[in-house]
């Protein structure tokens, strides 16, 4: 089992490992446009466990490159692989 912890509310939801995170950030106000990775809407600050995230999609590199994703990431090319991760919403 996966959590995703929103930082602004400190509200916190359990996932099965791998799951998608859009659907719950949608949930806790996170925009989104174009879910493919091309707008940026979705990015956030990943506060804390950027290891528990899956690896950067290529679409998240070309837009915030190889340093950006070290600590924000697209919340509509995500999934959470499994322990927690905290969020800036
Ligand atoms: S919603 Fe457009 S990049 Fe995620």
Redesign the pocket.
């Known amino acids: 089992m996966a959590r995703l912890i929103f930082d602004s509310t400190d509200e916190e939801q359990d996932l099965p490992d791998g799951s998608p995170c859009q659907e719950e950030c949608e949930k806790h106000g996170i ?13 956030v600050p990943v506060l804390d466990g950027m290891d528990n995230l899956s690896d950067p999609t290529q ?1 998240e590199l070309d ?1 915030l490159g190889a340093d950006g994703v070290k600590t924000e990431r ?4 995500c999934k959470i692989k499994n322990g927690t991760v905290r969020v800036r919403n």
């Open positions: 925009p989104f446009a174009c879910t493919e990775g091309i707008c940026g809407t979705c990015i679409a837009f697209m919340m509509c090319q």
